[in-house]
Structure formats: structure tokens, C-alpha cells
């Protein structure tokens, strides 16, 4: 049995996106209920469970998080296409100036 634990890049951007706006909303639905009914327990039970929600929802490597897989390149077709090489600049020599 193998385990893939890797998740693509829009993936991340999708599973962080969906981390703030869950977090946001489960804030202001556990103040909001917190304020109206004049619990602070009831609060913080409230955005407790919306942690455990998020964390759920958005840790896990679900398969919606991996719809654009990175490929890869194969070895082999690397060794045929040599990684390119920065070109070495040289110094010009300063040109001298007649006064």
C-alpha cells in the first residue's frame, strides 16, 4: 500500500484560500452567537468546532486538492536536454577618457 502525500500547487492555494474564509466565518457566527446569547463558552465552543471543521476539511490530502498534477520530467529525457548554463559576463575595460 503506498501513500501519496504530496498536493499540487493550486491545490495548496485552494486548501489556504478555503482555511481563511472557513476560519473568518466560523469567528463571526461564534461572536455573533457569543454576543446574542451571552456565553463566552458558547462562543469558544463554537469556533472550536469550526477549527476542528476547517482542520478537516482542508489538512487531509484529498483528491480535490490534486486535480492539476505537476509532471515531471523522466531521467532519461533529462540527460538529452543538459540543464542551460548562465552566461559568463566579463568586465569591460574602462575606457579612458582624454581631458
Given at each position: 500500500?503506498s501513500l501519496?502525500?504530496?498536493?499540487?500547487w493550486q491545490?495548496?492555494?485552494?486548501a489556504e484560500l478555503?482555511?481563511q474564509?472557513l476560519?473568518l466565518?466560523?469567528a463571526a457566527a461564534?461572536?455573533?452567537t457569543?454576543?446574542?446569547?451571552g456565553?463566552?463558552?458558547?462562543m469558544?465552543?463554537?469556533?472550536?468546532?469550526?477549527v476542528?471543521?476547517?482542520?478537516l476539511v482542508?489538512?487531509p490530502?484529498?483528491?480535490?486538492?490534486?486535480?492539476h498534477?505537476?509532471?515531471?520530467?523522466d531521467p532519461?529525457?533529462?540527460?538529452?536536454?543538459?540543464?542551460p548554463q548562465?552566461?559568463?559576463?566579463?568586465?569591460?575595460?574602462?575606457?579612458?577618457s582624454?581631458?
Amino acid at each position: 500500500m503506498s501513500l501519496a502525500f504530496s498536493m499540487d500547487w493550486q491545490g495548496q492555494k485552494q486548501a489556504e484560500l478555503w482555511m481563511q474564509i472557513l476560519l473568518l466565518v466560523f469567528a463571526a457566527a461564534a461572536l455573533a452567537t457569543g454576543y446574542i446569547i451571552g456565553s463566552f463558552r458558547m462562543m469558544m465552543l463554537i469556533y472550536a468546532g469550526g477549527v476542528v471543521f476547517t482542520t478537516l476539511v482542508t489538512v487531509p490530502n484529498w483528491p480535490f486538492f490534486n486535480r492539476h498534477p505537476l509532471k515531471w520530467l523522466d531521467p532519461s529525457e533529462a540527460e538529452k536536454h543538459p540543464k542551460p548554463q548562465k552566461a559568463v559576463v566579463s568586465k569591460d575595460k574602462k575606457k579612458s577618457s582624454k581631458k
